[in-house]
């Protein structure tokens, strides 16, 4: 199993001859990029912008035309209509799904569940102030950010995914849903009904304090960390967070399980099942 990162929150994981993408956006992500593969499934954890604004251009682009009948697409009903609405893969390629359903596309067991969405402010009445004045100090991005959510289906389902491969390898993404409001039984839950060898997650500052928690409860033998809106920290220089260092902290406290911090486009952790 191979996972490549493509900054945000894109992931692909090729695991035999099936590649599976997460929420691919931005201009890394290209066909050449993502290398070829009998079959190509495109998964969508929700409707904001970052996540999915680039599917319908990926989709679109002369290098996808002879791949397309291998190109598969999966998430809420809403996603599925967006970013297929020029009808480029055949309705046999489509595939609907709703947390606590499982369907099997192209040999993988792909099974959604619902994380909750955590709050874009910080916690306290000083954080809130200075994160809100950030944002007013750079008013045109602010601006780019806000309309970029006009186009597209915001208002959707939050998917994570769990995927059984053919050898029997399991992979799970929460995508954003980790976080300091996350609810303690939703995580168990996850980690009863979906148990899986590597956990893919978004982390942001916010966040790093609660993650040994979360992680404790899924206990995978790896994880696979990014930080999913780092362009935008950059922009209004806001909190980063040293994702090779907290990698490092982690893999030292929560031994055995391994963690690999993901933080620039093409990097590829090569993984093998023990």
């Known amino acids: 199993m191979d996972i490549q990162y493509f900054g945000w929150s894109g992931v692909a994981v090729r695991c035999g001859d099936a590649l599976v993408g997460f929420d691919l956006f931005g201009d890394a992500v290209t066909w050449d990029a993502l290398g070829c593969a009998e079959s190509t499934i495109l998964c969508l954890t929700h409707g904001h912008p970052e996540h999915v604004g680039s599917i319908r ?40 799904i709703a947390p606590g359903e499982t369907t099997n596309v192209a040999g993988v067991n792909v099974a959604a569940f619902k994380w909750t969405h955590g709050s874009l402010l910080p916690d306290g009445a000083g954080p809130k102030r200075e994160y809100l004045t950030r944002l007013v100090s ?35 993404n929460y995508s954003e849903g980790m976080h300091r409001q996350a609810n303690a039984q939703d995580v168990q839950a996850v980690a009863r009904q979906s148990p899986a060898d590597t956990v893919v997650f978004a982390v942001e500052p916010e966040e790093i304090d609660v993650i040994p928690r979360w992680v404790e409860t899924m206990s995978p033998e790896t994880v696979l960390m990014y930080e999913a809106h780092r362009p935008w920290r950059d922009i209004f220089g806001m909190q980063t967070i040293d994702l090779v260092a907290y990698a490092a902290s982690l893999s030292e406290h929560l031994s055995p399980t391994r963690f690999h911090a993901l933080t620039r486009p093409g990097q590829t952790v090569v993984m093998h099942r023990s």
Do not use: Q
């Open 138 to 172: 750079h008013p045109l991005a602010a601006i780019r950010i806000g309309l970029s959510g006009l186009r597209v289906p915001t208002n959707t389902p939050t998917l994570g995914f769990h995927l059984t491969f053919a050898n029997g390898s399991t992979f799970l």
């Open 57 to 96: 251009r990926l989709l679109a682009a002369l290098e996808a035309e002879k791949r397309l009948s291998t190109v598969h697409l999966v998430s809420s009903s809403r996603l599925v209509a967006f970013a297929n609405r020029d009808n480029v893969l055949p309705a046999s390629n489509l595939h609907v």
